[in-house]
């Protein structure tokens, strides 16, 4: 019978990439803790404007949406550092990462709110769909997947150590959001818990190669057709099919 200590030691030495398991657990958690103070956060999200509660929660969407992609390039640059640098590696490997995301995701997330008032809530997430299944379904797609965990050699020790694994993650962060941007588009549009789930297992096998890119491209459309029931669902008809009207229009 294997002890926890073991287990600990076991992925202490295999296992170096467990701090970005961790922050993605933490945003997971921080996602799923919000649907009980308001459950329309479950098929909606957030409704407030205010920029720094939108950068906030672009934060926790990117660490729990972006950080499972980075497991594999994380552990890939803690063994190619020193034993006792392995940590600081990877923190700053994803401090790069998911600082390119956050910047990212938070203009995306201060832009949907004006395309839904602009056109109307279905239609910006239908749109938002369609786009990321054209993108999915491109050879460019293809080539960038295929280039989005790509390393290159790193220096051993000392502060040009330190600038190589946050340089790392900046790349990291922008070849992934070359090849994910449309899906995250998607995703931020939308903004559910249970959108953002499914969008997130359909990212993670597809870089896992789990999912060809045939059924990916298949799986971003039903992730995109759930989006769109979920959202005409969860409103009220007349912030369905076009953007919200003036009641004192015409007095």
Do not use: F, K
């Not at 201060?110 to 990321?132: E, H, K, Q, S």
């Not at 992934?176 to 359909?202: E, H, I, K, N, R």
């Not at 005409?232 to 007349?238: E, I, K, R, T, Y």
């Amino acid at each position: 019978m294997t002890t926890a200590p073991a287990t600990l030691t076991r992925v202490h030495r295999h296992r170096p990439e467990w701090p970005v398991a961790v922050v993605a657990a933490t945003g997971w958690v921080a996602l799923v803790a919000a649907v009980p103070v308001d459950p329309s956060r479950l098929l909606r999200g957030p409704t407030e404007h205010d920029a720094t509660a939108l950068l906030t929660h672009a934060a926790v969407m990117s660490a729990a949406m972006m950080a499972p992609l980075a497991l594999a390039p994380a552990h890939e640059l803690a063994v190619s550092s020193l034993w006792r640098r392995r940590y600081r590696a990877v923190a700053l490997l994803l401090v790069g990462y998911l600082g390119v995301w956050v910047a990212v995701g938070a203009g995306m997330m201060l832009g949907a709110p004006r395309l839904v008032l602009l056109v109307g809530a279905v239609p910006a997430v239908a749109g938002a769909a369609a786009l990321a299944v054209v993108v999915a379904r491109s050879r460019d797609h293809l080539v960038r997947l295929r280039r989005c965990g790509a390393t290159r050699p790193l220096a051993l020790a000392g502060r040009r150590a330190d600038r190589d694994c946050l340089d790392a993650g900046l790349r990291l962060g922008a070849r992934c959001v070359a090849t994910s941007w449309a899906a995250m588009l998607l995703v931020m549009t939308q903004g559910g818990v249970l959108v953002v789930a499914a969008g997130t297992v359909v990212m993670v096998l597809e870089r896992r190669g789990v999912l060809r890119p045939e059924r990916a491209a298949r799986w971003t459309g039903a992730v995109g057709l759930l989006a769109v029931v979920v959202t005409a669902g969860s409103l009220p008809g007349a912030a369905v099919l076009g953007p919200p009207t003036d009641p004192h229009a015409g007095h």
